[in-house]
């Protein structure tokens, strides 16, 4: 059975820091890039941050470029995304999505709130 479950959504302040993981299972996690998306009220859900299968080569949505990094541990078959000096622009539920290396196969989280307010 396929698991994306992210955690470490919540409240967090203007200017402030959040970490939100995204825990894998029932697939190989390590022949999967994953990416970070979000979707804010009335809005199209975006990319974020992804990262390829080997770590490297992170890419980032120019909105949150030298703010927010992804990392993975694919000892852990977990991806977070460390998100620094928010802003209430960020405000959005955020969801990991994992698509494999050679295929169109894919798979999404359910989301986790995030709200940046003060």
């Known amino acids: 059975q396929v698991q994306l479950v992210e955690s470490g959504g919540g409240l967090g302040q203007p200017g402030g820091s959040l970490r939100l993981s995204c825990a894998a299972s029932g697939f190989t996690f390590s022949s999967y890039a994953m990416s970070w998306y979000r979707q804010a009220p009335g809005k199209e859900r975006e990319l974020v941050a992804s990262i390829i299968s080997t770590g490297r080569s992170p890419n980032y949505a120019d909105s949150v470029k030298g703010r927010f990094t992804i990392s993975r541990d694919n000892t852990k078959n977990t991806v977070y995304l460390q998100m620094n000096s928010l802003t209430p622009e960020d405000t959005a539920v955020y969801y990991c999505?994992?698509?494999?290396?050679?295929?169109?196969?894919?798979?999404w989280g359910q989301g986790t709130q995030v709200t940046v307010s003060s």
């Open positions: 999505r994992a698509v494999h290396r050679f295929s169109t196969q894919n798979y």
